[in-house]
């Protein structure tokens, strides 16, 4: 079962090898040369959680900041010092209050936005978390460990190939003295994407 | 029935494996050069969901991401006459052989 996109097994073997060869029939036709393949992966490989963290927990301190993440996210991201690439796709960021959560997936497939948290974790792109976040979001929150209360509702936002989201998540209380630098630390992938709630310092410390 | 990708509310009663694992160095580069292959416009992320869309069920449940996406690119470089199947099925022979 490949359900995680773990590759395992006979076909893991297969596709490594035919992706190999794949890359050294484009090496040897002049395509591209193996260093832009790995000028690439380290470029993907250097964006990652703690950058989006970095501009939420801004966000957090900041509420004109804020303001200006929610209305024009690329724009607020190049502030920071995060120019996303051109061809990246639209990215909005969506505040979680206390009355509204949201939750992101990719329902087709596995958009992201990668451009500023680098790769999605394998449970997202997984059929089973694609298959059941739109019908039992809150069955979804309680599997990953998240409780809410009744009256907050719940948005499920799909991402396309073209649109990808970013959740702000909710402040937790008791943090009003910390310095971003701490704030961002509370911020998990899994509450970028809405399935988790930002840490309490409390959790931080316990870890 | 909604097509073989189109997930959501598709009957299912999986828990969400959670566990991550470590990319395999194959999939890191697999993942780069759909990048890379997009810089040249060899391939755009329409044409690679387009690709790995037009599976047909066994094969889109029985491949993991990075699997599918080898597979997705193959078909959109032999579709554009970058390269053929016959030529890959040799290199993988080559490589193989060497592997021995």
Redesign the interface.
């Known amino acids: 079962m ?7 097994g006979d ?2 073997e297969y ?12 090496i040897e ?1 002049g ?2 040369t193996m260093d ?3 000028t ?2 380290d ?3 250097s964006r990652s959680p703690a950058d989006g963290a970095k501009v939420l927990a801004h966000a957090w301190v900041d509420p004109e900041y804020k303001a200006r993440l929610l209305a024009d996210a690329e724009s607020a991201l190049l502030e920071l010092g995060y120019d996303l690439p051109e ?1 990246a ?1 639209k990215l909005t960021v969506l505040e979680n209050t206390d009355d509204v959560h949201n939750m992101a ?1 990719c ?4 958009c992201y936005p990668r451009a500023i948290i680098g ?1 999605p ?3 997202y ?8 976040v ?2 039992d979001p809150r069955g ?1 929150l309680q ?2 460990g998240t409780e809410l209360d009744e009256d907050v509702q719940v948005r499920v936002i ?1 991402s396309s ?1 073209d649109y990808r989201y970013l959740v702000l998540p909710k402040r937790p209380a008791g943090t009003e003295g910390m310095s971003e630098e701490d704030l961002a630390k509370l911020i998990t992938q899994e509450s970028m994407i809405g399935v988790g709630l930002a840490l309490t310092p409390e959790q931080v410390s316990a870890s | 029935m909604p097509k073989v ?8 009663e ?8 470590e ?2 160095e ?8 759909n ?6 416009g ?1 391939k755009t ?2 044409q690679l ?1 387009r690709a ?2 037009s599976m047909d069920l066994a094969t889109y ?7 599918k996406w ?2 997705a ?2 078909m959109l ?1 032999v579709e554009q006459g ?2 053929t199947t016959a ?2 099925d040799a ?2 022979e080559t ?2 052989q060497g592997q021995a």
């Not at chain 1, 792109?125 to 059941?132: D, E, F, M, P, V």
């Not at chain 2, 990708?5 to 299912?12: C, E, K």
């Not at chain 2, 990048?35 to 040249?40: A, E, M, N, P, Q």
């Not at chain 2, 449940?61 to 699997?67: G, M, R, T």
């Open positions: 490949a359900d995680n996109g773990h590759s395992h076909n893991a596709y490594a090898l035919r992706a190999e060869a794949i890359q050294a029939l484009l036709k395509v591209c832009d393949i790995m690439m992966a470029k993907i490989d061809t796709p997936v329902t087709l497939c596995s790769r974790p394998a449970w792109k997984g059929l089973a978390y694609r298959s059941r739109v019908v979804v599997e990953f799909d190939a | 990708h189109d997930r959501g509310g598709w009957p299912n999986d828990p969400i494996d959670q566990s991550e694992h990319m395999e194959w999939e890191r580069k697999v993942d780069a050069l990048g890379v292959l997009g810089d040249l060899l992320s329409d969901r790995i869309e449940e029985s491949l993991a991401y990075y699997e080898t597979a690119m193959e470089l970058v390269m030529e890959i290199k993988m490589l193989k």
